[in-house]
T-cell receptor, first 114, second 114 residues
Framework: KQEVTQIPAALSVPEGENLVLNCSFT??????LQWFRQDPGKGLTSLLL?????REQTSGRLNASLDKSSGRSTLYIAASQPGDSATYLC?????????????FGPGTRLSVLP | EAQVTQNPRYLITVTGKKLTVTCSQN?????MSWYRQDPGLGLRQIYY???????DKGDVPEGYKVSRKEKRNFPLILESPSPNQTSLYFC?????????????FGPGTRLTVL
């Protein structure tokens, strides 16, 4: 059974710092891994999607990497800003049942202090 | 504007009173899905649909029903709600089942069953 964990559960940093969020999964048979951002009272917004054949994706100050063999992904945020404060979730798309099932991690709650 | 909409956004009901949460997307997406989000448990997939008249169970389908009679709509039905179904519910959609397809989420429905 696929399980997804995220470390740390919560993180507080001063504005301007670079930071790394971690995501681990137990089964390497995945179609893709996606990072989301969730703001309080709102839905999830997709940040980056890495296909199983890819190693990393970049968007602005965000960089996500994927090491399928070790079951790990990291989300790197450069020069953090208070507006980055949110909960960050990773999710893997499983390959069983034609790869239609998604498994989410519990999230990392990030606070960026001005 | 491309979006996933859910109604209602907030609902308080009593045990046993049938209810339906609607979900609609305007992106002509084939794949749609329902999740519930609970503190400490994260997001868990309830049901998903690959296309019209094609639905399948996710990880926590007990107590829920879905239907997909039209491509744009994917309602979630609770025939006899119970207090353990109190949760935050999200609908999501994606273009298809491809490895590069991003999921788009609705704003969420907060359900309380008394």
């Amino acid at each position: 059974k696929q399980e997804v964990t995220q470390i740390p559960a919560a993180l507080s940093v001063p504005e301007g710092e670079n930071l790394v969020l971690n995501c681990s999964f137990t089964d390497s048979a995945i179609y893709n891994l996606q990072w989301f951002r969730q703001d309080p009272g709102k839905g999830l917004t997709s940040l980056l999607l890495i296909q199983s054949s890819q190693r990393e994706q970049t968007s602005g100050r965000l960089n996500a990497s994927l090491d399928k063999s070790s079951g790990r992904s990291t989300l790197y945020i450069a020069a953090s800003q208070p507006g980055d404060s949110a909960t960050y979730l990773c999710a893997v798309r499983r390959r069983d049942n034609y790869g239609q099932n998604f498994v989410f991690g519990p999230g990392t709650r990030l606070s960026v202090l001005p | 504007e491309a979006q996933v909409t859910q109604n209602p956004r907030y609902l308080i009901t009593v045990t046993g009173k049938k209810l339906t949460v609607t979900c609609s997307q305007n992106m002509n997406h084939e794949y749609m899905s329902w999740y519930r989000q609970d503190p400490g448990l994260g997001l868990r997939q309830i049901y998903y649909s690959m296309n019209v008249e094609v639905t399948d169970k996710g990880d926590v389908p007990e107590g829920y029903k879905v239907s997909r009679k039209e491509k744009r709509n994917f309602p979630l039905i609770l025939e006899s709600p119970s207090p353990n179904q109190t949760s935050l519910y999200f609908c999501a959609s994606s273009s298809s089942a491809g490895a590069s397809d991003t999921q788009y989420f609705g704003p969420g429905t907060r359900l309380t069953v008394l």
